[in-house]
């Protein structure tokens, strides 16, 4: 009956949308976009660059590009969407990119029709199709099917339905994952921005289905009978002094019944907390000092869900076991969110991190940055560790022209414990070396 009620309204809210699209003939516009990412890479553990657990290291040569194309009315009110990757492809990968080039991977990353609504004075915007999410960078930023409506004005707002996940359609076993968002933010003083958002999913556990080492299902991604829902604050002030912060809240259930009968219904209540504060020590130079916590769980036996889990998001903590850095840009890193996905002895145990990041543009074409950062989970590992050690990581770029940026980038880990018995009693190191090429 929840479902079907719900549905009710999704199509009904489509629906209102999809009336309102009706456009005299107009002339288009088109504007194409696209980005390419090219390095080459070397990382004392293979596992560093989403290799297998190998503790040997390696060296790659990875690319890959994104289009998106454009088409819109003259008038600015309604256009088409459209774009697609391919890559991240390894040089000489035998299933793409081997001998003469020949691939077949191919990922859509955009296919959305956006409008401005009628009788809204152009204030409301619509979408539908593949779209970006953009809830928060922390628990889900990356692209999804759905239908939303985005408001702008004294509060900027966007509200929605996406259905991440649709499995049997048609069958009397068909089951769908479905989020339902809203967000916004509003400017008290002139650099000041307060946010909040909060976000429901129905019959979800998480974003992809585990596997065992033979590919076989461990744990679904779809699970009937969960319902969690996020609900999060988010500021930031700029100016000579900067900060920037979030806190979030996840709670509700998951499951009824797992694969093999048994009753195993988790209670969920997870939390995260972020705070970043700096200061711009002169026209080119800023430094500034982050604290994050996420919680994790300490007892897989309890009945309860402790660890905060990221729907689809990109995790910037560092190079070494995240995603700010070129390697990553590129698709190879150990994790990009928290919770489910993240590799033993990491998975559900959170994180705690404290980082002093430096920043300065040396001239017109030259800029550095560097930061130095402690980690380590917020539980312990079923060994009783916790520590990861200390990271620090260095980023140089080199502005060739407007659409061209040379990169070279490497972090070295001072491993604690638990990072040990990951990397075989080993600190570890990545660098690499690139281009961006962006118009």
């Not at 859509?108 to 539908?128: E, K, W």
């Not at 590919?215 to 829902?229: M, T």
């Not at 806190?247 to 093999?260: K, M, T």
């Not at 060739?400 to 490497?410: A, P, R, S, V």
């Amino acid at each position: 009956m929840r479902k079907t009620a719900t549905g009710i309204v999704t199509v009904l809210a489509a629906g209102l949308l999809f009336l309102c699209t009706a456009l005299p003939a107009a002339a288009f516009t088109v504007d194409f976009h696209g980005k390419a990412c090219t390095g080459v890479m070397s990382a004392s553990d293979a596992y560093l660059l989403g290799g297998k657990d190998t503790n040997d290291s390696t060296t790659i040569g990875v690319g890959k590009f994104r289009f998106r194309a454009e088409v819109g009315t003259d008038d600015g009110r309604a256009k088409m969407v459209y774009g697609f990757e391919t890559g991240a492809n390894n040089f000489g990968d035998s299933d793409s990119w081997k001998y003469s080039g020949d691939s077949v991977d191919f990922e859509n990353r955009f296919a959305y029709i956006q409008l401005n609504v009628p009788g809204m004075n152009d204030q409301v915007m619509g979408r539908a199709g593949l779209q970006k999410t953009g809830v928060n960078h922390w628990v889900w930023t990356e692209t999804a099917a759905g239908v939303t409506l985005h408001g702008k004005g004294g509060v900027n707002w966007s509200a929605g339905w996406f259905r991440g996940l649709e499995e049997g359609f048609g069958e009397d076993d068909a089951a769908e994952t479905d989020f339902y968002m809203i967000k916004g933010d509003f400017k008290p003083g002139e650099n000041i921005t307060i946010g909040g958002f909060a976000l429901y999913g129905d019959d979800f556990e998480r974003k992809n289905t585990l596997t065992d080492e033979d590919g076989d299902p461990r744990q679904p991604a779809l699970r009937e009978g969960s319902e969690q829902y996020w609900m999060g604050l988010t500021g930031n002030i700029d100016g000579p002094i900067f900060a920037s912060g979030d806190l979030i809240y996840q709670g509700g259930d998951i499951g009824e019944i797992d694969d093999i009968g048994r009753d195993a219904d988790l209670d969920v209540s997870a939390w995260l907390a972020n705070l970043i504060v700096g200061a711009r020590v002169s026209d080119n130079a800023k430094v500034s000092v982050q604290g994050l916590y996420v919680s994790g769980d300490d007892d897989d036996t309890d009945g309860d869900m402790d660890a905060f889990q990221s729907v689809d998001a990109d995790v910037k903590v560092g190079q070494i076991f995240f995603k700010d850095s070129l390697a990553a840009s590129l698709d190879r890193f150990v994790d990009d969110q928290f919770g489910y996905t993240m590799p033993a002895p990491l998975r559900n145990k959170g994180l705690m991190t404290f980082a002093v990041d430096g920043e300065i543009q040396l001239d017109a074409k030259n800029s550095l940055r560097g930061a130095v950062r402690y980690l380590e989970t917020a539980e312990k590992s079923l060994a009783g560790e916790d520590e990861l050690g200390y990271e620090f990581d260095l980023w140089y770029a080199y502005k060739y022209n407007d659409n061209l940026t040379l990169k070279l980038e490497g972090a070295y880990l001072i491993s604690g414990d638990l990072a040990e018995e990951m990397f075989d009693d080993d600190d570890v190191y990545q660098v690499a070396a690139g281009m961006v090429f962006a118009f």
